[in-house]
């Protein structure tokens, strides 16, 4: 394979990768405390990306700017949805979690499309201050300021999560509560709040995806539902509750669809992390770290 | 409480279906009806596989490979009407690989399994890989059952009685499964997995089972929509919001009972209609997930239990005691 194509493949995995990372980190960090998937994770996402479009719009912000703010929105539209409709089936049975979590899906996807669709029509990509700049290397490519911004800010904002989840008080009460809740408890640790905590920064993280992604790409308000279910397959392959494992997961998994796209068609790219996920499922129904799923 | 005759109660409602196209002149009322009732037998698969407590989040996965099976066949090899139950089988085969290489997954990760397989099918369904086969966004066009030289109405009234024959069908089934041995074993699977394979249950063996007839019923629900009132196939069978009816129906009707889809398909469907005419398709989307979200809160039984509630209440202030024989 040609040198330039080779890097481009690499470039565009970190930057998959790194919004990978930031879904399954908010998943896991969701399931580690609460005992849920968080299935409308794609949703959040795009409401992410859709509120930066809105605020761009209105108050003449870049996405870089309504970042924060989005992520924050986004981050209190899922604490509203926990303390609505997750709280007061939590702890009945896995179905009811699942099903109410399908509901969330419904009512996201489709209110977002309602306003969507008629007022853009198609896929729209958020206006990035600089667009079509970048560092030019060698062999005519150029590495826009855009894509390398959007990787530091993911691995940014996941170093922050790791100083919080390791250095903070709180961290260390969220650890404590994913581990044992009953031993929590016990010590005096607040796990109605902790959990309301855990749930508002896991969606945030995919707001914050959401913004990141169309900066990138063009997204629509269906363009989350697949990037979920990739998420999905990488805390599946990695095992729940892994923070380490959704980031080694989430950039191998980029790698390998980014490879199988350029050699077989965009198409296969989708079905690439999937056809992974069933073969490991055949071989290792564990996953590839060995944790219980 | 419960009736022994399960031929029988399927047996009335077949005969009360059958009546109302005497006093129904509408063909709209009259399509609208046969197509709820292929949303029953399309719930049925869905709740057949949630009674042996395995969710699927993808089920429009299995709806869409029946119908591609059976209008593939329908197109290249047999007559419309064989397709239609043959064609069901390569879901059912489907349905058994999926069981099979999801046996090992639980809850959250056999319904996000599920829910992958029906993006990634819709994917490769549009993929340039594929469209040999299934004709990319382009689509197929499924064969009618009838000669083309029939008019509308009557070909109305024959689909609504095959739909009306095929759910009744379906309905004896469920209730027949639900009553057998078959069907206790798959409840105490879906209440404890691990005591039902210490008392010997080959768990493994009967959730793979559950998942090919359930397959085999949703391409069957597919076949039977395509070949009948929309005729055009295309990828977008494999969408969430065709995965989502059958949860949402049975759930609504009540999932432990095999009155809940027929119930739920049959109240529901109709309003999802209307509603799509209303205010539009998302809109009606948004309004049946508050719905779901409210009944799994406040009433996750469904309406079918609630309506045994209020008979038994009813009995009871009759009779002047207490509901003794309370449907749970």
Redesign the interface.
């Given at each position: 394979m040609d040198a330039i194509i080779f890097f481009q493949l690499l470039v565009w995995a970190t930057v998959s990768g790194s919004l990978y990372v930031l879904l399954a980190t908010g998943l896991t960090l969701i399931f580690g405390i609460l005992k849920i998937v968080n299935f409308a994770q794609g949703e959040f996402m795009i409401a992410g990306a859709l509120l930066s479009l809105v605020l761009g719009r209105a108050l003449g912000l870049n996405p870089y700017a309504s970042l924060p703010l989005s992520a924050l929105l986004v981050g209190l539209m899922g604490l509203a949805a926990y303390r609505l409709a997750f709280r007061a089936i939590l702890g009945t049975t896995k179905l009811n979690e699942i099903l109410v979590s399908i509901a969330l899906i419904l009512i996201i996807q489709n209110a977002i499309a309602s306003y969507f669709v008629p007022t853009f029509r198609e896929a729209v990509q958020l206006s990035s201050p600089f667009a079509g700049e970048g560092i030019s290397l060698m062999g005519g490519l150029t590495l826009t300021y855009d894509l390398i911004l959007v990787i530091v800010t993911s691995w940014l904002t996941l170093a922050a999560l790791y100083t919080w989840l390791y250095r903070s008080r709180t961290g260390l009460s969220l650890r404590a509560l994913s581990q044992n809740q009953v031993g929590a408890m016990l010590c005096g640790i607040n796990v109605g709040a902790l959990g309301g905590a855990s749930f508002f920064v896991g969606v945030a993280l995919a707001g914050l995806a959401g913004t990141l992604y169309g900066i990138i790409t063009p997204f629509d308000p269906h363009s989350g539902t697949l990037l979920a279910v990739k998420a999905f397959a990488i805390i599946i392959l990695t095992g729940l509750g892994n923070v380490g494992g959704a980031a080694i997961g989430g950039l191998l998994l980029a790698l390998a669809e980014n490879f199988v796209s350029a050699t077989l068609g965009p198409a296969w790219k989708d079905a690439a992390a999937f056809i992974l996920l069933t073969i490991v499922l055949a071989a290792r129904p564990t996953g590839l770290l060995g944790e219980r799923v | 409480m419960r009736s022994r005759q399960p031929l029988l109660r399927s047996g009335l409602l077949l005969l009360l279906l059958l009546l109302i196209p005497f006093f129904v002149r509408s063909t709209y009322a009259l399509q609208t009806l046969s197509l709820a009732l292929q949303m029953a037998i399309y719930s049925f698969s869905w709740m057949l596989l949630?009674y042996s407590g395995q969710?699927s989040?993808g089920h429009a996965f299995f709806m869409g490979v029946g119908a591609y099976g059976s209008t593939l066949l329908a197109l290249q090899l047999l007559p419309p009407l064989p397709s239609l139950l043959i064609g069901p089988l390569f879901s059912a085969l489907f349905g058994l690989a999926v069981g099979y290489?999801?046996a090992?997954?639980?809850?959250?990760?056999l319904?996000?399994?599920t829910?992958?397989?029906s993006?990634?099918a819709q994917?490769?369904a549009?993929?340039?890989?594929l469209s040999w086969l299934t004709n990319g966004a382009q689509g197929l066009f499924p064969p009618s059952l009838l000669p083309s030289a029939l008019d509308y109405s009557t070909s109305v009234w024959f689909y609504y009685l095959l739909s009306a024959s095929m759910a009744c069908a379906c309905y004896a089934l469920v209730q027949l499964l639900l009553r057998s041995g078959l069907g206790l074993i798959l409840s105490s699977i879906h209440d404890n997995e691990r005591a039902a394979s210490s008392l010997g249950i080959n768990v493994r063996k009967y959730r793979v089972l559950m998942f090919g007839l359930s397959g085999y019923l949703a391409g069957l629900a597919g076949a039977l929509g395509r070949f009948t009132f929309i005729r055009y196939l295309d990828p977008g069978i494999f969408s969430?919001e065709n995965s989502?009816w059958p949860?949402l129906f049975s759930?609504m009707g009540g999932m432990r009972y095999a009155e809940g889809p027929l119930l739920g398909a049959l109240l529901l469907y109709p309003v999802s209609d209307f509603l799509r005419d209303a205010v539009?398709?998302?809109?009606?989307?948004?309004f049946?997930?508050?719905i779901?979200?409210a009944v799994?809160?406040t009433s996750?039984q469904g309406l079918y239990a609630l309506l045994l509630r209020e008979i038994s209440g009813m009995r009871a202030e009759k009779g002047g005691k207490l509901g003794a024989a309370g449907g749970r």
């Amino acid at each position: 394979m040609d040198a330039i194509i080779f890097f481009q493949l690499l470039v565009w995995a970190t930057v998959s990768g790194s919004l990978y990372v930031l879904l399954a980190t908010g998943l896991t960090l969701i399931f580690g405390i609460l005992k849920i998937v968080n299935f409308a994770q794609g949703e959040f996402m795009i409401a992410g990306a859709l509120l930066s479009l809105v605020l761009g719009r209105a108050l003449g912000l870049n996405p870089y700017a309504s970042l924060p703010l989005s992520a924050l929105l986004v981050g209190l539209m899922g604490l509203a949805a926990y303390r609505l409709a997750f709280r007061a089936i939590l702890g009945t049975t896995k179905l009811n979690e699942i099903l109410v979590s399908i509901a969330l899906i419904l009512i996201i996807q489709n209110a977002i499309a309602s306003y969507f669709v008629p007022t853009f029509r198609e896929a729209v990509q958020l206006s990035s201050p600089f667009a079509g700049e970048g560092i030019s290397l060698m062999g005519g490519l150029t590495l826009t300021y855009d894509l390398i911004l959007v990787i530091v800010t993911s691995w940014l904002t996941l170093a922050a999560l790791y100083t919080w989840l390791y250095r903070s008080r709180t961290g260390l009460s969220l650890r404590a509560l994913s581990q044992n809740q009953v031993g929590a408890m016990l010590c005096g640790i607040n796990v109605g709040a902790l959990g309301g905590a855990s749930f508002f920064v896991g969606v945030a993280l995919a707001g914050l995806a959401g913004t990141l992604y169309g900066i990138i790409t063009p997204f629509d308000p269906h363009s989350g539902t697949l990037l979920a279910v990739k998420a999905f397959a990488i805390i599946i392959l990695t095992g729940l509750g892994n923070v380490g494992g959704a980031a080694i997961g989430g950039l191998l998994l980029a790698l390998a669809e980014n490879f199988v796209s350029a050699t077989l068609g965009p198409a296969w790219k989708d079905a690439a992390a999937f056809i992974l996920l069933t073969i490991v499922l055949a071989a290792r129904p564990t996953g590839l770290l060995g944790e219980r799923v | 409480m419960r009736s022994r005759q399960p031929l029988l109660r399927s047996g009335l409602l077949l005969l009360l279906l059958l009546l109302i196209p005497f006093f129904v002149r509408s063909t709209y009322a009259l399509q609208t009806l046969s197509l709820a009732l292929q949303m029953a037998i399309y719930s049925f698969s869905w709740m057949l596989l949630a009674y042996s407590g395995q969710v699927s989040l993808g089920h429009a996965f299995f709806m869409g490979v029946g119908a591609y099976g059976s209008t593939l066949l329908a197109l290249q090899l047999l007559p419309p009407l064989p397709s239609l139950l043959i064609g069901p089988l390569f879901s059912a085969l489907f349905g058994l690989a999926v069981g099979y290489l999801g046996a090992r997954l639980r809850e959250w990760f056999l319904g996000m399994y599920t829910f992958g397989l029906s993006v990634i099918a819709q994917t490769l369904a549009l993929s340039d890989q594929l469209s040999w086969l299934t004709n990319g966004a382009q689509g197929l066009f499924p064969p009618s059952l009838l000669p083309s030289a029939l008019d509308y109405s009557t070909s109305v009234w024959f689909y609504y009685l095959l739909s009306a024959s095929m759910a009744c069908a379906c309905y004896a089934l469920v209730q027949l499964l639900l009553r057998s041995g078959l069907g206790l074993i798959l409840s105490s699977i879906h209440d404890n997995e691990r005591a039902a394979s210490s008392l010997g249950i080959n768990v493994r063996k009967y959730r793979v089972l559950m998942f090919g007839l359930s397959g085999y019923l949703a391409g069957l629900a597919g076949a039977l929509g395509r070949f009948t009132f929309i005729r055009y196939l295309d990828p977008g069978i494999f969408s969430l919001e065709n995965s989502v009816w059958p949860l949402l129906f049975s759930v609504m009707g009540g999932m432990r009972y095999a009155e809940g889809p027929l119930l739920g398909a049959l109240l529901l469907y109709p309003v999802s209609d209307f509603l799509r005419d209303a205010v539009g398709g998302f809109l009606a989307l948004v309004f049946f997930g508050g719905i779901l979200a409210a009944v799994i809160i406040t009433s996750p039984q469904g309406l079918y239990a609630l309506l045994l509630r209020e008979i038994s209440g009813m009995r009871a202030e009759k009779g002047g005691k207490l509901g003794a024989a309370g449907g749970r």
